[in-house]
């Protein structure tokens, strides 16, 4: 018995995650709003993924890695995560150096998550 061979491309239900685009300079107030931003989206989706564009963050610094660690906690708490698409070498480096997985920026997978805890005890100031 002999199969034949599949004619066109194969069917395939993919559903794109939606894109935040990150424009630079970071400032320290950008993540509270974008923090809602990346819930809005992963509400609107079914992968549970918001990809993060981060070609047009500016230089890497702080800041930035400050800002995209408070997205991946806000799209972590709605049940979601985060993906960034086109870091820079020395923004991948920087989130290296800090201790930022690489499973949330594209690379391998099977790689530990971050584990975020926040504990604040009666008295504390709130970082």
């Known amino acids: 018995m002999s199969r034949g061979v ?3 491309l194969p069917i395939v239900e993919a559903t794109t995650p939606p894109v935040l685009t990150l ?3 970071v ?7 974008l923090g809602d931003a990346v819930r809005a989206l992963l509400a609107g989706t079914e992968t549970g993924v918001v990809v993060c564009d981060v070609t047009g963050i ?3 610094g702080l800041l930035a890695v400050d800002l995209l ?3 991946q906690l806000a799209a972590r708490r709605a049940g979601g995560r985060i993906r960034l698409r086109g870091p820079d070498p020395a ?3 920087l989130l290296d150096l ?3 997985p690489s499973r949330w920026r594209g690379g391998r997978r099977g ?6 805890e926040v504990e604040v005890e009666p008295g504390e100031a709130t970082v």
């Open 69 to 71: 660690a408070r997205l």
């Open 58 to 60: 500016g230089p890497p």
């Open 27 to 33: 400032t320290r107030g950008q993540a509270a709003g």
């Open 23 to 25: 424009t630079g300079p």
């Open 111 to 116: 790689e530990p998550a971050l584990g975020v």
């Open 91 to 93: 923004l991948r480096a």
């Open 98 to 100: 800090v201790g930022i």
């Open 6 to 8: 599949a004619r066109g």
